[in-house]
């Protein structure tokens, strides 16, 4: 048995260009994932099929789930498969804008293909990821990137400076869908530099198309931005289609410093991550 780490994402700009006559949109993104993660343990095992059990949140039964969904797909591409037994400790908190079902569902395709010796290109993985969802081949690659098209055409950074992540949610549920169908004004794309040295020249990009909308279903979002900002805060913005904000700190002590400030409402969930430069895609838990 392996365990993996499957770690969030935050948006540091979200650009939403059009809407395809599919439902889906034209996005320009610049993501990176944070270390924040879900834990996943897998198994192979001498019987058939896959048997997935979840810690810690309720998640949809059925088939449903982003891991489990990955590791069928995975195990469609082999002759004769072997069992799957994975059990998922959610961290991430669920439909947040954090990416976690994405991540959980990109380290299982990653592992399994390791584990299994599948013979599958990168292209190849990020196809089968696309399939399952549109941040899943951002997942499958372990660069912060620029994200294009519907979110799979990847274009990664190289250089982005060591930032912290002051991580708040006002306790909301917040369906990414619902989000998108109250988007009504659509933006360009900002020029896309692919080097970075200092938080601030991030800090001046930060931008969410996705935040009005977010706002208007759920209000706790203005209320918890507003916390941050008394608390000193600078640079906040939503992430993805939320209800997660996060605020953009230069060090792990501005960003500790910042939460200690923070006056929490009840229910609502606090966390500081590191933004994750240059480590692998495929992340064993540590011994
Ligand atoms: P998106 O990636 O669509 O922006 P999100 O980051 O806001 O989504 P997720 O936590 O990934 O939110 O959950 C999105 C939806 O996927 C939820 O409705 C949830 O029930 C479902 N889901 C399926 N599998 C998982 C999983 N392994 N972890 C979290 N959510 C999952």
Redesign the pocket.
């Known amino acids: 048995m392996a365990i993996y780490r499957a770690a969030a994402k935050v948006n540091l700009c979200l650009h939403v260009l059009s809407r395809q006559a599919d439902g889906y949109h034209q996005l320009c993104m610049l993501m990176q994932r944070i270390g924040l993660y879900d834990l996943i343990e897998i198994e192979l095992t001498a019987g058939s099929g896959v048997e997935l059990e979840c810690a810690g949140v309720v ?2 039964p059925g088939g ?4 489990e969904r990955a590791a069928r797909l995975l195990l469609d591409q082999l002759s004769d498969p072997p069992g799957v037994r994975i059990v ?1 400790h ?1 961290r ?1 908190p ?9 991540s ?1 569902a990109a380290t299982v395709l990653l592992a399994l293909r390791q584990q299994l010796n599948v013979p599958l290109a990168q292209e190849q993985l990020m196809a089968l990821g696309l399939r399952l ?1 549109a ?1 899943v081949p951002f997942f499958l690659q372990g660069q912060p990137a620029w994200a294009l098209g519907i979110g799979e055409r990847l274009q990664p950074l190289r250089g982005l400076p060591n930032c912290w992540y002051v991580l708040l949610n006002p306790g909301v549920a ?3 869908a619902q989000v998108y169908g109250q988007v009504r004004h659509y933006s360009t794309a900002p020029m896309r530099r692919l080097h970075f040295t200092r938080t601030a020249e991030l800090a001046g990009l930060l931008h969410n198309d996705l935040q009005l909308p977010a706002q208007g279903l759920a209000p706790a979002i203005e209320q918890a931005a507003a916390a941050l900002h008394a608390a000193g805060a600078e640079a906040v913005l939503l992430s ?2 939320g209800a997660t904000l996060f605020a953009l700190c230069d060090s792990e002590v501005a960003a500790r410093q910042l939460a200690a400030r923070l006056a929490l409402a009840p229910g609502w969930w606090l966390a500081v991550a590191e933004g994750l430069v240059d480590v692998p895609a495929l992340l064993p838990a540590p011994a």
């Open positions: 998640l949809p449903c789930n982003l891991a998922l959610k991430i669920v439909a947040a804008g954090l990416g976690g079902g994405s959980d969802g941040d917040l369906s990414t993805g289609s």
